[in-house]
């Protein structure tokens, strides 16, 4: 099975940033295209980005685009989400997730991990 594990939540301003990242133990990431999604209060799950298996290829949803910056390290089992430029519409959890597969081929995540919580205060 495997386990991943979100970490760098927490209280930022509005304006700041912050990094996230995941680790996963269990299984090489480098099989996976990995993703971060995020739920706000009293709002559903949303997409926010993923990475091909190499990192060669990234998709970003609109509403962070040019802000956040998804990136990986297979040599450490790694995936981080680089934020930037916060604002309150931001506050949500967090989720670290790996696809079935090395590229993205429309499917859900098969993997997930707890999530982790970021509040933007403004």
């Known amino acids: 099975q495997v386990q991943l594990v979100e970490s760098g939540g927490g209280l930022v301003q509005a304006g700041g940033s912050l990094r996230l990242s995941c680790t996963a133990s269990g299984r090489t990431i480098s099989n996976n295209a990995m993703g971060w999604f995020r739920q706000a209060p009293g709002k559903e799950r949303e997409f926010v980005a993923r990475?091909?298996?190499?990192?060669?290829?990234?998709y970003y949803a609109d509403s962070v685009k040019g802000r956040f910056t998804i990136s990986r390290d297979n040599a450490k089992n790694t995936l981080y989400l680089q934020m930037n430029n916060l604002n309150a519409e931001d506050t949500a959890v967090y989720y670290c997730?790996?696809?079935?597969?090395?590229?993205?081929?429309?499917?859900?995540?098969?993997?997930w991990g707890k999530g982790t919580l970021v509040t933007v205060s403004s």
């Open positions: 990475i091909a298996w190499n990192g060669a290829g990234t």
């Open positions: 997730a790996a696809y079935k597969f090395q590229y993205y081929d429309g499917a859900d995540p098969a993997y």
